[in-house]
């Protein structure tokens, strides 16, 4: 633990600030803001494991300059050279944020942390029943209705582009904590493949004045977050009730799994759908009486197989997202280079259990 500089960088202070080179570590600290300039935590000399690096990339022509220097966790800095396409500061600002809270960031905190202040959405049905009017921070919209058949009723949706300041978890169906794994896996691939699913909307609210209530896809909305979108595209269901749009979730987890996932987004992906089954199932029972072959025998015999293949899931996302163990650390996966010098591949990390 301690602020380094490598010895290229200590020769070319020491010809340009005219100073012996035992000097320059002193000099640096105390000449250069004593925080990480990429996760913007305060740096502890004493604890925390320093290095000294370009703002501007050498390979992008920045110079060896005290001016183009600064300080950083050795740790961030590796998580930067290994993502040099894009702006890493939000992610590492954010890590910083999860670890502070522990791993338990909901939806909300996420929206705190973005500094997003809650707005107003006001939404009509046309009299033709064809159209829908939304008026939101972004200004006013003119929607076509579209519909579809879910678990055997009519649903009316639409797609609107909504400042995410607008939107609220729906907790009863969504409610477990953003997961950092699953989350920056997402936001890597929306830059490369922006045609995700949309996150989905129900409504509530008896006047114009409507609480947009997003059931699924809230690591994609704070992914895009993340990537520095204040406003996504939403799937709108216009009269969805409850029952039907848990059905649906559960209909989308299981699309899913046709997706070409990793192991951990699936593993990630197929523990929620157990957990939200183990919730219905514990419910039913009694906390008192559950029990693995219990619940496996509740379920439905088509859904058994895969039932048993999700709770292997959500122990393997349990254990990755620990942040005691610090898996994540060493694990490669698509998209998120370890910042560790030893790494295992995703898939045979997962073959371990
Ligand atoms: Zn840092």
Redesign the pocket.
């Known amino acids: 633990m301690a602020l380094r500089i490598s010895a290229k960088l200590k020769k070319a202070l020491s010809e340009e600030l005219k100073k012996d080179k035992s000097e320059i570590e002193d000099y640096v600290w105390n000449h250069k803001e004593q925080k ?1 300039f ?4 305060k ?1 502890n000399r004493a604890s925390d494991d320093i290095e000294l690096d370009h703002d501007v990339p050498e390979g992008e022509g920045g110079s060896n300059a005290f001016e183009n220097l600064n300080l ?2 050795v ?3 590796r998580y930067k050279r290994n993502h040099s396409s894009f702006d890493v500061r939000p992610h ?1 600002k954010f890590k ?1 944020f999860y670890e502070s809270k522990l791993g338990e960031v909901h939806f909300g905190d996420a929206m705190a942390f973005f500094e997003i202040t809650p707005t107003e959405c006001y939404l009509q049905i046309d009299d033709t029943q064809s159209y829908a009017n939304i008026q939101t921070t972004l200004g006013e919209e003119r929607l076509r209705i579209h519909k579809e058949v879910v678990n055997g009723k009519e649903q009316f949706f639409c797609f609107a582009t909504l400042p995410v300041s607008c939107i609220l978890n729906d907790a009863d169906i969504q409610p477990r904590e953003i997961k950092i794994n699953h989350l920056f896996a997402i936001s890597a691939d929306l830059k490369k493949n922006p045609l995700h699913e949309q996150p989905a909307i129900r409504i509530a609210g008896n006047s114009d004045k409507k609480l947009m209530l997003m059931f699924d896809g809230q690591h994609k909305t704070v992914a895009h977050m993340l990537n520095g979108n204040h406003s996504c595209t939403f799937k709108i269901y216009l009269n969805i009730e409850k029952p039907e749009a848990v059905h649906l979730v559960n209909s989308i987890q299981a699309r899913i799994k046709m997706l070409p996932l990793t192991p951990f987004e699936l593993a990630s992906k197929m523990s929620d759908e157990v957990r939200r089954k183990l919730e219905a199932y514990e419910h039913q029972i009694g906390s008192t009486e559950v029990s693995e072959e219990g619940f496996i025998s509740w379920l439905d015999p088509a859904d058994r197989t895969r039932a048993k293949s999700g709770i292997e899931a959500a122990v393997v996302d349990r254990i990755i997202g620990d942040s005691d163990l610090a898996f994540m650390k060493i694990v490669e996966r698509k998209g998120i280079p370890t910042s560790s010098d030893f790494s295992v591949k995703e898939p045979a990390f997962k073959k371990m259990f």
Do not use: I, K
């Open positions: 990480c990429l996760c913007s935590e740096l950083a966790h740790e961030c800095n590492l910083r």
